[in-house]
């Protein structure tokens, strides 16, 4: 059967260079909330010789909506990889609906693919070089392992306290810590679950929280490459990790980030 990949945010600058990285062969499903620019970005990549492309409209955070995209996927092929590049940055929402997004919306999906994942699946979740400038370890730990737990936002208050910083560093400091603790489950199917940790990355959403973000020039000042990483940069270490080269690589983290974590280390 045809290798099946999806990509949700899927219009955005990381997602189209996700799906131009990959085989041209393959089956393309794109998940957003915009219908329009699912279609246009399906037209921009059908000009660019990738042909099989799919889209659905789909609200990350909605369960029912995850599974019709999981049920779509599994009608269209073999999966062979979910990449996950949905997500808001501090300067789109309030600090809710940062963590609803990034750390619920991705425990939804992986709950919804993993139902149709199959040996060689690959899981690949985008967080964020921000998500290691928390501590790994603490009292909010186990509590960000469990996102669908009701009470998430009550037990995280307290840490992030309606900063949308904070809630964007903690919620991606979820994504990091989700990958580990699934690696096994996903292990029993034969297939991986990682995540890439991108830095300061020039795309619109990257260039919205650089030109409102003290901090995010700051980090850019901090990188030892001296420069913004590009979608491609991205891509390609997600094209790495989703081949067979890449075949015993799971659990575990990439960060794609010009060296701005290890400098402020």
């Not at 045809?2 to 997602?15: D, E, K, L, P």
């Not at 990091?176 to 199917?189: F, M, N, S, T, Y």
């Amino acid at each position: 059967m045809t290798n099946v990949h999806v990509i949700t945010g899927g219009t955005g600058g990381m997602g189209k260079a996700i799906a131009e990285a990959l085989d041209k062969e393959d089956i393309y499903l794109l998940a957003d909330v915009n219908e329009e620019r699912l279609k246009q970005t399906q037209q921009e990549l059908n000009d660019k010789g990738i042909t099989q492309v799919h889209y659905q409209t789909v609200d990350i955070t909605d369960q029912e909506n995850v599974r019709a995209l999981a049920q779509k996927a599994d009608s269209l092929g073999e999966l062979k990889s979910i990449i996950n590049t949905a997500g808001l940055s501090p300067t789109m929402a309030d600090a809710k609906r940062i963590v609803d997004v990034n750390l619920r919306g991705t425990s939804i999906i992986l709950d919804a693919f993993y139902e149709i994942a199959k040996k060689g699946t690959v899981a690949v979740c985008i967080s964020s070089m921000s998500g290691h400038m928390v501590p790994k370890e603490g009292p909010y730990s186990e509590i960000l392992k469990a996102p669908l737990a009701e009470d998430l936002h009550e037990k995280m208050e307290p840490f992030y306290q309606t900063n949308s910083g904070a809630a964007y560093s903690f919620s991606k400091l979820g994504v990091l810590l989700i990958v580990e603790d699934q690696a096994w489950r996903w292990g029993q199917k034969g297939a991986r679950i990682v995540s890439v940790s991108p830095g300061t990355i020039n795309t619109p959403m990257g260039r919205q929280e650089a030109s409102q973000s003290e901090q995010m020039k700051m980090l850019l000042e901090k990188t030892p490459l001296q420069r913004e990483g590009e979608s491609p940069e991205i891509a390609s270490a997600v094209a790495f990790l989703v081949s067979d080269a890449a075949s015993y690589i799971t659990g575990t983290d990439l960060r794609v980030d010009g060296g701005t974590v290890a400098n402020l280390k």
